[in-house]
T-cell receptor, first 117, second 117 residues
Framework: AQTVTQSQPEMSVQEAETVTLSCTYD???????LFWYKQPPSRQMILVIR??????QNATENRFSVNFQKAAKSFSLKISDSQLGDAAMYFC??????????????FGKGITLSVRP | EAQVTQNPRYLITVTGKKLTVTCSQN?????MSWYRQDPGLGLRQIYY???????DKGDVPEGYKVSRKEKRNFPLILESPSPNQTSLYFC????????????????FGNGTRLTVT
């Protein structure tokens, strides 16, 4: 079974600065998908970014980018020019492509990001 | 607006009193799933459904039931709730059910905060 580890329970960043959230995972599979979800105080689960394991290029979405290191099984999220609205809990998630028709996400424990004005 | 709708948003009940949390999606998705979120554990899959009348257990199915009589609806049933089912519950859906070419993200509802006393 796959596992996802987010070892830092909390992080803090100054507004306009850059912060990196760490995520590692354990799998024996060669193909899979990785996701970062944001959960603000409203409890919504909002997709931030996704990465296909077969793509070498790191995914980017505006101020959000990832550093995907497949050999190291590492998938960190970088948030540039941090804004107050970025304060939230962030979850890293893994999806196997070998689960048949089950699009199950395996989540890490989450990290709480605070943004200082 | 494309969305997954869960009701109720908050629910307080007593041990043993049957309850149902409803979930409905308007995106014509085949795949639907339930997760529970607990502090320090992230989100864990309870049940999933690949289509009408097709459901299967996730990682933590004990104490829960589901049904999928219509494509758009996927209620979660707790026939005899216990305090260890106090949690935040999420319904999610996506248009495909797994596979190498399926990078479609899960769309989440806004969550149901359940307290069992």
């Amino acid at each position: 079974a796959q596992t996802v580890t987010q070892s830092q329970p909390e992080m803090s960043v100054q507004e306009a600065e850059t912060v990196t959230l760490s995520c590692t995972y354990d799998t024996s599979e060669s193909d899979y998908y990785l996701f970062w979800y944001k959960q603000p105080p409203s409890r919504q689960m909002i997709l931030v970014i996704r990465q296909e394991a077969y793509k070498q290029q790191n995914a980017t979405e505006n101020r959000f980018s990832v550093n995907f290191q497949k050999a190291a099984k590492s998938f960190s999220l970088k948030i540039s020019d941090s804004q107050l609205g970025d304060a939230a809990m962030y979850f890293c998630a893994y999806r196997s492509v070998f689960n048949g028709a089950n699009s199950k996400l395996t989540f890490g424990k989450g990290i709480t990001l605070s943004v200082r004005p | 607006e494309a969305q997954v709708t869960q009701n109720p948003r908050y629910l307080i009940t007593v041990t043993g009193k049957k309850l149902t949390v409803t979930c409905s999606q308007n995106m014509n998705h085949e795949y639907m799933s339930w997760y529970r979120q607990d502090p320090g554990l992230g989100l864990r899959q309870i049940y999933y459904s690949m289509n009408v009348e097709v459901t299967d257990k996730g990682d933590v199915p004990e104490g829960y039931k589901v049904s999928r009589k219509e494509k758009r609806n996927f209620p979660l049933i707790l026939e005899s709730p216990s305090p260890n089912q106090t949690s935040l519950y999420f319904c999610a859906s996506t248009r495909l059910g797994g596979g190498l070419l399926d990078n479609s993200p899960l769309h989440f509802g806004n969550g149901t905060r359940l307290t069992v006393t």
